[in-house]
């Protein structure tokens, strides 16, 4: 009973401290004179910018970016990050639908990273809420602009498995796809060993009827060379001699494809040529 009572109680702290890591941290005093871009002027220029002069296209934006991206000063990564946050809301237009600023929830400041803050706008729409977050950094410089759609818990959790779906999916289709290259590697690895096997046996049989000729010649050579150095030459021996040596010239041509026959084949007589 003890055991349940603690590992209880031990679950309740965990959900409490979760619920403390959630909490956002309001800031109320932040001071907006040092922003070259204040959070009114970004969000005007995000949502509405013709309200301050501007005629934004996809084609004047990547002009834009790519001038920017070209300058670098001190007001290029500003105004990059605010041209991306327009491309963020154009595409989330159509799933809000028809976006308006919520005039009941004022903007607030809340806690961002390395002392920075975030500037939070929360956004009305026919379909569902957001919230546009301008993220500022120590120097109150504009960093990012993100548009955060509100879904429902349905739809979140249908995104969810769409997206487990295709993530799995995509794992399994290419374990198949593997699965079939090894399995066709495998017979193409085979045929090669064969083709290896038999490119070597021809080798070695033309390496062995090479060696077999060498071996023969040599001995001639041997035997006649000593008939030579004797004043009465036996020609009995150098005759037995070369009868082996075509009888074994004979066998290796056999190995090697030839067709030849030796039956009734006997020397008789050697004649010298000088």
Known sequence: MKKKMYSLLLMLVCVFALTACGEEQIINNWDTSMMMFTPERVIAFVMEPETLGFIVTEESVDEAKHHYRQVMDDESPQMLAMLAGWESYQGSIEEI???????????????????????????????????????YNSYSELESVTVNVQLALSEAMRNAGVNTLIGMGTVFVMLIVIMCIISILKPISLALAGCEGAILGLFSKKKAVKETETSVNNAIEKIIEREEAEEEPDDTELIAVITAAIAAATEASAVSGAEISTDGFVVRSIRRIR
């Open 97 to 135: 639908g028809n976006p308006r600023l919520d005039e009941t929830r004022p903007m607030y400041f809340k806690a961002g990273s390395d002392d920075g803050v975030i500037a939070v706008y929360h956004v009305l729409g026919d379909k569902h809420q957001a919230t546009i977050e301008l993220a």
